[in-house]
């Protein structure tokens, strides 16, 4: 399966949904590399953790809990924490469009896969190349690709 530029962006209600709850109302995608660069807010993370496991959350973006209180102080994220953010968001509203809602796409992320050696997709995201297997693995489960 080939990677593509949009495949990660997520076109129904529930990967938007996600999108704009974490990035805010005004987010727009092609505002997104700007934003990145410029640092996320830290209120984008922390709406991002709401309610999920802030531990496993933060090894996923390669965050210590230190660097988690410092960027709180600061109110903002540094660029290559922003990405890492920016994607793992991502993956998480194309897990809610193939799962068909945010609940169970964040089922998904925490529930160990044959696929991925028994791991979880959030323990696979850690870097570019386990995000990619990660989405290769639910456009797999999209389209009925088994194998």
Wanted: aromatic share 8%; net charge neutral; no cysteine.
């Amino acid at each position: 399966m080939n990677w593509s530029p949009t495949a990660l962006a997520p076109e129904t209600r529930a990967g938007k949904e996600l999108m704009h709850s974490v990035f805010g109302n005004g987010w727009r995608p092609a505002s997104a590399s700007e934003r990145i660069e410029a640092g996320l807010s830290f209120t984008a993370l922390a709406s991002f953790i709401a309610g999920q496991d802030k531990d496993a959350v933060l090894q996923a973006l390669r965050i210590s809990k230190r660097t988690f209180d410092r960027r709180r102080e600061q109110g903002r994220l540094l660029p290559e924490e922003s990405d890492r953010l920016y994607r793992l968001v991502q993956l998480y509203g194309l897990a809610a469009d193939v799962m068909g809602n945010e609940d169970a796409g964040k089922d998904f992320m925490t529930t160990p896969a044959r696929a991925l050696a028994g791991r979880t997709p959030l323990e696979t995201v850690r870097n570019e190349a386990g995000a990619k297997q990660v989405e290769d693995l639910l456009l797999r489960i999209e389209y009925g690709v088994y194998g």
